[in-house]
């Protein structure tokens, strides 16, 4: 890669960490559903201006429509709240190790769905380190014994069995649109679903939002979707999707430095043995420092 598509990279592994954060933050003044109405909404607002303004040409069929609906569901609305309700009861440093997670899990779902995505030996070995640096991260005596307090860490991690399904959907319905169109689309059909819900059973909570809720909501949508996914689509066109996978190594040292330098919160031990062996895992993965010393 190039100096520019590193700093890119790096950027947006900031951008996509400080998500942990600003869901910590919001937390102490907003319900979970409310963080992610907001998220989305607002990101799909600026989105939704941004491809008017460019003139971005786009087919509303129904097909297009009906796989925008499955994606928003499997990309946005059941991970977002999931990961935002179980935030609830862990720190975001841990969040942001346990996220971690969705890459294995698409390799791995990838393998069975995409003929083009088989699962070779160094993929499995790299799978299997990333699934054991997360039992570490967990600790394995709360996986045999699940208290209250440790629901939020597996609804993070049911939140990115929703992301790898997402890869895998989007690889196989969404190749013929557009990334920014896909993005913009992904995040409207959201903010439509949510819509109903958020001004019902959640209108008072509307009402009371004040200016520095929204300036923390509106930084957190802009931040970690408009700009993130604008970033994204760069990268994917200058340096490729195979360097993405950098940017996942970057997104958990990050969120940990942001929520224990502003927020204070404290990191176990378990939870920093088990981020080395992810990323060890995640390098793996990604398989050009392999290469490099079998060349």
């Not at 990961?83 to 720190?91: A, E, N, R, S, V």
């Not at 790299?126 to 709360?142: D, E």
């Not at 059973?201 to 957190?220: D, G």
């Amino acid at each position: 890669m190039k100096n520019k598509d590193w700093i890119l990279v790096i950027l947006l592994g900031l951008f996509w960490g400080s998500t942990f954060f600003f869901v910590e933050v919001l937390l102490k003044y907003l319900s979970p559903f409310m963080i992610v109405y907001l998220r989305v909404s607002i990101a799909s607002i600026f989105l939704i201006f941004f491809i008017i303004i460019r003139g971005t040409k786009f087919e509303l069929s129904l097909k297009n429509l009906f796989n925008l609906f499955v994606m928003s569901l499997l990309n946005n609305v059941f991970p977002f709240l999931l990961i935002t309700f179980g935030q609830q009861t862990t720190t975001g440093g841990l969040a942001s190790i346990l996220n971690a997670n969705t890459s294995f899990i698409g390799i791995l779902l990838a393998s069975f769905f995409l003929p083009l995505e088989r699962l070779n030996f160094i993929r499995l070995i790299g799978v299997l380190i990333g699934v054991f640096g997360v039992i570490i991260a967990i600790g394995y005596q709360n996986i045999i014994q699940l208290k209250d307090d440790d629901l939020g860490k597996y609804l993070i991690l049911i939140a990115t069995i929703s992301y790898g399904f997402a890869g895998v959907w989007g690889k196989l319905r969404l190749q013929n649109l557009t990334p920014v169109f896909a993005a913009t689309g992904m995040l409207t059909m959201s903010t439509i679903i949510l819509s109903p819900y958020a001004f019902t059973v959640h209108l008072e909570e509307i009402y009371s939002l004040n200016l520095f809720i929204i300036k923390y909501a509106l930084a957190f949508a802009i931040i970690c979707s408009v700009f993130a996914y604008f970033l994204y689509f760069k990268i994917l066109e200058s340096a490729g999707a195979g360097n993405l996978l950098i940017c996942t190594i970057i997104i958990p040292p990050s969120s940990i430095f942001l929520n224990a330098f502003i927020l204070e919160q404290t990191v176990s031990f378990n939870e920093y043995l088990g981020l080395i062996i992810i990323i060890f895992g995640l390098i793996i993965l990604d398989g050009r420092l392999i290469k490099r010393k079998i060349s």
